[in-house]
């Protein structure tokens, strides 16, 4: 299904332009437009989901194993010693597009790109009751 006035959706079906190095019948995988380094990419399913939670199973299955081979390409081509793959669902974690894609980030040592956070204290004394909760809703 494609969504109206869906951006990666245009990009993917090919009706808006893109700078793509991969594609097969699901995905398209292209240059982000406003990369964090040299050869940041996009995994694009074909079929709209708005996030991770609307993804039809048989496309996340086969989302991570594109992943794999983008990463593997990018890697033999720009010799970059690290790659990030991150996927953003929601604005609260940073997503700005509202179809569902996977991060390609090459990494060099000391380069510009900063994904970090902060390490809290791990609580142990609601630890057993966090994961019974979570446990329960996990199908
Ligand atoms: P998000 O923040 O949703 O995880 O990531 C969206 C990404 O899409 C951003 O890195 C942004 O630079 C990229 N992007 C947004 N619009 C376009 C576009 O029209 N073409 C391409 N190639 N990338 C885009
Ligand atoms: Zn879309």
């Not at 990369?35 to 991570?64: R, T, Y």
């Not at 569902?100 to 040592?109: F, S, V």
């Amino acid at each position: 299904m494609i969504k109206d006035d869906c951006i990666f959706c245009k990009i993917a079906n090919g009706e808006i332009p893109s700078y793509s190095i991969f594609e097969d019948d699901n995905f398209k995988v292209i240059l982000d437009i406003e990369p964090s380094s040299k050869g940041h990419s996009l995994i694009i399913p074909k079929a709209h989901a708005d996030n991770l939670f609307e993804l039809d199973n048989n496309v996340a299955e086969k989302a991570l194993i594109v992943a794999k081979k983008a990463a593997a390409g990018l890697k033999k081509t720009l010799k970059c010693p690290g790659i990030n793959i991150l996927q953003n669902n929601g604005a609260a974690a940073g997503q700005t597009v509202n179809h569902y894609h996977i991060h390609i980030i090459p990494r060099y040592d000391n380069d510009n790109v900063n994904i970090s956070w902060m390490h809290e204290t791990f609580n142990k004394d609601t630890a057993d009751a966090f994961v019974n909760d979570v446990k329960s809703n996990i199908d």
